[in-house]
């Protein structure tokens, strides 16, 4: 079975510049979550989503971050503008519900080098 | 604040010999705290869970944790570290909505 997969691996652009990730979860997982780990930190939760919906987006900067579910499979973040702190990894995850303790599993993440 | 705190940064273990990866907790009440690991270029993967019931909790790749309330502490370890163990460990709290708060990770390092 396919895991979280996402792309792509790695992207390098100036600041200023827009930048996509693209995630796809595992098949008939319904909530699908998307982290920020800087480096040396342990990763941090930008926004969740149930199926199309996102439930919780409290922790993500608005003015310049959005992402979507469309039709309660994969999912894209976008950030526009890029700013020089805004170069991470990006993570993506996913799990069968939001019931508690349940496994999130993770892609491979996106490494994003903002110049 | 209900968080975890991962005691070290680096730990460094000769190939053979005992690992042990600390994580406090701070909480009135027994929470519920996983251990992910995290390999170059992989994905995160989980090694175990505790969830209020058996304080023992045994993982994959002969790793085990031992939930200790007294002094609020959920350590990671194994009895014989191998070189594939070499990676970045996360101790994780869960919070209601299956949210997960990281520690800031702990990056075990094995000599040969």
């Known amino acids: 079975e396919a895991g979280v997969v996402q792309s792509p691996r790695y992207k390098i652009i100036e600041k200023k510049q827009p930048v996509a990730f693209w995630c796809n979860p595992i098949?008939?997982?319904?909530?699908l979550y998307w982290y920020l780990q800087n480096l040396g930190q342990g990763p941090e939760l930008l926004i969740r989503y149930e199926n199309e919906e996102a439930v919780d987006d409290s922790q993500l900067p608005k003015d310049r971050f959005s992402a979507e579910r469309l039709k309660g499979v994969d999912s894209t973040l976008k950030i526009q503008p890029a700013e020089l702190g805004d170069s991470a990894v990006y993570l993506c995850?996913?799990?069968?519900?939001?019931?508690?303790?349940?496994?999130?599993?993770f892609g491979p993440g996106t490494r994003l080098t903002v110049l | 604040a209900q968080s975890v705190t991962q005691l070290d940064s680096h730990v460094s273990v000769s190939e053979g010999t005992p690992v042990l990866l600390r994580c406090n907790y701070s909480?009135?009440?027994?929470?519920?705290l996983f251990w992910y690991v995290q390999h170059p270029n992989k994905g995160l993967q989980l090694l175990l869970k505790y969830t209020s019931a058996a304080t023992l909790v045994k993982g994959i790749n002969g790793f085990e944790a031992e939930f200790k309330k007294s002094e609020t502490s959920f350590h990671l370890t194994k009895p014989s570290a191998h070189m594939s163990d070499a990676a970045e460990y996360f101790c994780v709290r869960i919070l209601t909505g299956n949210q997960f708060y990281f520690g800031t990770g702990t990056s075990l390092t094995v000599i040969p």
């Open positions: 909480s009135s009440y027994s929470p519920s």
């Open positions: 995850a996913s799990s069968l519900d939001a019931s508690s303790y349940n496994e999130q599993f």
């Open positions: 098949s008939g997982h319904n909530t």
